[in-house]
């Protein structure tokens, strides 16, 4: 069946850079676009970025050039980098399958939450 | 960017209760919209798509409607498993953007 997983680190120091991997299964990257979205604690969604099945990638400008999304589909998964971390970047981060042929996400990781501290 | 207006920020309602959740698109999207439910601690679930469209699995006292760019989400018979966040999203342009969510809570 189709799963997402995010690791990564709890806790970041503030300025410092942020790696998360999503270990997909159930599909292929090559098949479907993995995107990342983040949640602030009590907040609600922001989409980050996407991995396109086709290997390029497309960022939300409020990211500017923070954001990194990269992917080895020999191992089935999708990389977040992100630099200078703040603390408004405390979140929980996801992981979400597109619905093919729509900007739709219908399976989701259970998320990983990072906490910035200075 | 597509902003989403959603409201309202929370919602009481009792059991097999109608609830009505609106989301208002700040420009013309056509039907490119989708709704998520969201469990404390959980990841958000598709509910509908396309705006009228019920994914796998949902109950069919789920229900999307639109008039022109005001979208809405009806739950015909409020059960206790529905208790959560709902998120409207629009899919019509990048970046993908989201309403800021309903709490809805038993009253």
């Known amino acids: 069946q189709v799963q997402l997983k995010e690791t990564g680190p709890d806790l970041v120091q503030l300025t410092q850079t942020l790696s998360i991997t999503c270990t997909v299964s159930g599909f292929s990257l090559t098949t479907y676009n993995v995107h990342w979205v983040r949640q602030p604690p009590g907040k609600g969604l922001e989409w980050m970025g996407t991995?396109?099945?086709?290997?390029?990638?497309d960022y939300n400008s409020a990211f500017k050039s923070r954001l990194s999304i990269s992917r080895d589909t020999s191992k089935s998964q999708v990389f977040l980098k992100m630099n200078s971390l703040q603390t408004d970047d405390t979140a929980k981060y996801f992981c979400?399958?597109?619905?093919?042929?729509?900007?739709?996400?219908?399976?989701w990781g259970q998320g990983v939450m990072v906490t910035v501290s200075s | 960017d597509i902003q989403m207006t959603q409201s309202p920020a929370s919602l009481s309602a009792s059991l097999e209760e109608i609830v009505t959740i609106t989301c208002q698109a700040s420009q013309n999207m056509g039907n490119w919209l989708a709704w998520y439910q969201q469990k404390p601690g959980k990841s958000p679930q598709l509910l509908i798509y396309g705006t009228t469209s019920l994914a796998d699995g949902v109950p069919s006292r789920f229900s999307g409607s639109r008039s022109g760019t005001q979208y809405s989400l009806k739950i015909s018979r409020l059960q206790v498993e529905d208790i959560g966040i709902y998120y409207c999203q629009q899919a019509s342009s990048t970046p993908p953007t989201f309403g800021g969510g309903t709490k809805l809570e038993l009253k």
């Open positions: 991995m396109w099945n086709g290997g390029g990638t």
């Open positions: 979400a399958r597109q619905k093919v042929t729509t900007y739709y996400f219908d399976y």
